[in-house]
């Protein structure tokens, strides 16, 4: 069901951890969907020094942030702006059509790491959108 | 270890060799059609029968209320539209549980839109259907309760006898998906007051494509396969004789060894439940803690989402089966364990372990060292985790 390489890096993820004090950092998803994905940026001067991921969700899940996290790392913020979710999916050899959606979301969080460096730094990033808030999971599992 | 571990029996069984062997003769020298006039179809006519009377006999009914299928679904297909039409005119109600099979779910929603009524009887936490509640449902028009036997996912096994006898006091129709019960645990339909049950072959170490269904004597029951005379008219078209020769000898190996295999499986489960309990934080078992298959453990693991899980275990060689959407082909997690009032994010991480005969002890040691390294490794990769483990340092400060 998953080409070679979404097998690869599900098995073997790249820049998987956090980065403290970090430039800029996104969550996007939900738990809810079952798909919850968290970039972190290392931004100096405009360049992504470091990036980092963290992915609760399916294998096409995992893949996608591993591989828009190496799409990223050494590029400009203007070049990271241009990795799109069909950049993700292309390097990936492709992804079944019920995960198309786990490309976006890694799109999204990419974005969203973005905006948070832009904000922090007040500095507008041209053609980024303020990314749809982060849920955070509900606290009823505390009795779990 | 460097074998396949297969854990997933309750998807589907491996085939018995014996059920082969006894198989084979009929897909050659033994090939006629049991409906031809020459004594060596006759003889597969006769093989059929003695097929029927195993199958009769593992549920205590009489073999002429046996007829075979093509496999669970279509029995439970056939139950349900076949006692909705031959009874319409005395209602158009259908009483059901949340936390049926597609096999029925699907089926009753398809007679909704045609003009039936189907209520769907929640279940408690630990997927049991109460007894009070099923009263209550009855009404007027119901013609018909389907509640399952035992439950596919979360393993439960219903108070069937109770269930069964609330029906049969209000004159309704009792069916019952028994599909994963038939050779696990005991059944009799007529202490149990079943007046309709569906079986699958593939389950019990039989071949798949095969299965049945009981209807009690003087029941009305739709013919549902329209056809010849086979079946005594009730399903049309020549019997898979293979199948059904196979079936036979699957269900009576399986009613052979419940008794002693039943007590080792469950041995089997509760280890497996205790061990990964003890050395997996945050992590519960879904389904009824005594009223349960013996060969069905099904965990959440918080945190993470069963898909990766699956793939993980199958890296290590382990096959296991998953409630996550990503594994129904939707976005929502399994309606089974919504239905018992898991959340979503514990349902996306759940993984259910159906036992075979051949598991051992060793395969389930290997199962936990996995579940620990595989848990911990996806809790690693997971920022639900992440966030969890900043709180609790948080709280701790």
Known sequence: MYTKKVMDHFQNPRNMGEIEDASGVGTVGNAKCGDIMRIYLDIEDEIIKDVKFKTFGCGAAVATSSMATELVKGKTVKEAMEVTNKAVMEALDGLPRAKVHCSLLAEEALQAALWDYAKKNGIVIEGLEEPKPFEEHEEEEEEF | ?397
């Open chain 2, 1 to 397: 270890m460097n074998k396949k571990i297969y854990l997933d029996h309750a998807a589907t069984t491996p085939t018995k060799i014996e059920v082969v062997e006894a198989m084979l003769p009929y897909f050659t020298e033994k090939f006629g059609n049991p409906s031809s006039i020459y004594e060596f179809s006759g003889q597969n006519k006769e093989a059929i029968e003695e097929s029927r009377e195993l199958v009769a006999k593992a549920i205590g009914a009489n073999e002429r209320e046996i007829f075979f299928t093509s496999g669970g679904t279509e029995s439970d297909n056939w139950a349900i539209l076949g006692i909705a039409e031959s009874y319409k005119t005395k209602g158009n109600h259908i009483i059901t549980t949340t936390i049926e099979h597609h096999a029925v779910l699907h089926t009753c929603e398809y007679l909704e839109k045609n003009g039936y009524e189907v209520t769907y009887l929640e279940v408690d936490k630990d997927g049991l259907v109460n007894p009070d509640d099923l009263k209550d449902a009855i009404k007027e028009t119901t013609i018909l309760i389907s509640i399952m036997l035992a439950n596919n996912e979360i393993g439960t096994v219903q108070p069937i006898e109770e269930l069964g006898a609330i029906a049969k006091a209000s004159g309704v129709l009792f069916h019952t998906d028994a599909v994963q019960g038939v050779g696990h645990v005991p059944i009799d339909v007529n202490a149990m007051h079943i007046d309709l049950l569906s079986i699958s072959g593939h389950k019990l170490y039989g071949p798949k494509g095969i299965g049945a269904l009981y209807v009690r004597k003087g029941i009305k029951l739709k013919s549902f396969i329209h056809g010849g005379g086979q079946e005594k008219k009730r399903r049309g078209g020549t019997e898979n004789v293979p199948a059904i020769v196979g079936f036979g000898k699957a269900i009576e190996l399986a009613i052979t060894s419940m008794e002693a295999e039943s007590k080792r499986q469950a041995d089997l489960r509760d280890y497996l439940i205790e061990q990964v309990l003890e050395k997996i934080p945050h992590c519960r078992i879904n389904g009824h803690k005594e009223y349960r298959l013996p060969n069905n453990a099904n965990f959440s693991f918080e945190f993470i989402e069963g898909e990766s899980l699956l793939i993980m275990l199958d890296m290590k060689d382990i096959c296991a089966s998953s409630g996550s959407a990503c594994t129904s082909g939707s976005l929502d997690p399994s309606h089974v364990l919504l239905g018992i009032g898991l959340p979503h994010e514990i349902a996306h991480g759940s993984l259910r372990i159906s036992l075979g005969d051949q598991n051992t002890k060793e395969e389930m040691d290997y199962l936990i060292e996995s579940l620990i390294v595989i848990v911990a490794r996806l809790r690693e990769m997971s920022p639900l985790y992440e966030d969890y483990m900043k709180k609790q340092a948080k709280i701790e400060r």
